[in-house]
Structure formats: structure tokens, C-alpha cells
Nanobody, 127 residues
Framework: QVQLVESGGGLVQAGGSLRLSCAAS????????MGWFRRAPGKEREFVAAISRSGGKTAYADSVKGRFTISRDNVKNTVYLQVNSLIPEDTAVYYC????????????????????WGKGTLVTVSS
């Protein structure tokens, strides 16, 4: 049974930082591109960041470039999202996503073809 379990969310003041983690089990982690999405209150789910199978390529939404960093550890089967310089607009439930990719350098930037989703972790940024 495949599981993606996010952790690391919480309440933080504007300007603060958090490190989100997503632990994967039940799948061959190294053949999946990984990503983070978020859903803010009253809004549609949106892409945040993604990383290729090998970790060599990454992609970010314009709204988080320079503030968020995605990384992965293929030994620990975990993907991370370091979120810095948080603003109230970053308040959302953050979801981890996995998509099987045939190329080690590919990554995804939308939710098409996502094979697995986590249940999310809530990040609340106070002003």
C-alpha cells in the first residue's frame, strides 16, 4: 500500500520558516518525480514545486521562487520543502504528490497524471 505522509506544518509568523517533509512508503521512490501542491482557503489547488527522480532538476511556481526549496533523499524515501520568508498568502494545506516518470531528468508542474497524493499538512502564516 502506497503512502505519502506529510509533516512539518504549523503556525508561523510572517517572515518565518518551516521545513515540510513527505515520507513515502510502498513504492519504488527513486522512479517517481515528486512535487508539492497547496490549496489555500477558498482557492483551487495549485502547483508549488517539483523535483526530478534524480533530484537534479527542480521547478517552482513564480509565487515561491527564491523563497522555497525542494529537495529529496532517495535513501530515506523522503521529499522536503524548505519554506522561507513566509507571507500570509502562503497559508494553505500543502500536499505531497508522486508521479511515475520514465526519465530521470523529467519533472511535473501540474497535477495531470499524478499517481499518489498525501493527505496534506497545514501551514498557517500570521501577519
Amino acid at each position: 500500500q502506497v503512502q505519502l505522509v506529510e509533516s512539518g506544518g504549523g503556525l508561523v509568523q510572517a517572515g518565518g520558516s518551516l521545513r515540510l517533509s513527505c515520507a513515502a512508503s510502498g513504492l519504488t521512490f527513486s522512479v517517481f518525480g515528486m512535487g508539492w501542491f497547496r490549496r489555500a482557503p477558498g482557492k483551487e489547488r495549485e502547483f508549488v514545486a517539483a523535483i526530478s527522480r534524480s533530484g537534479g532538476k527542480t521547478a517552482y511556481a513564480d509565487s515561491v521562487k527564491g523563497r522555497f526549496t525542494i529537495s529529496r533523499d532517495n535513501v530515506k524515501n523522503t521529499v522536503y520543502l524548505q519554506v522561507n520568508s513566509l507571507i500570509p498568502e502562503d497559508t494553505a494545506v500543502y500536499y505531497c504528490a508522486a508521479r511515475f516518470l520514465t526519465s530521470g531528468s523529467d519533472y511535473f508542474t501540474d497535477s495531470v497524471g499524478i499517481h499518489y497524493w498525501g493527505k496534506g499538512t497545514l501551514v498557517t502564516v500570521s501577519s
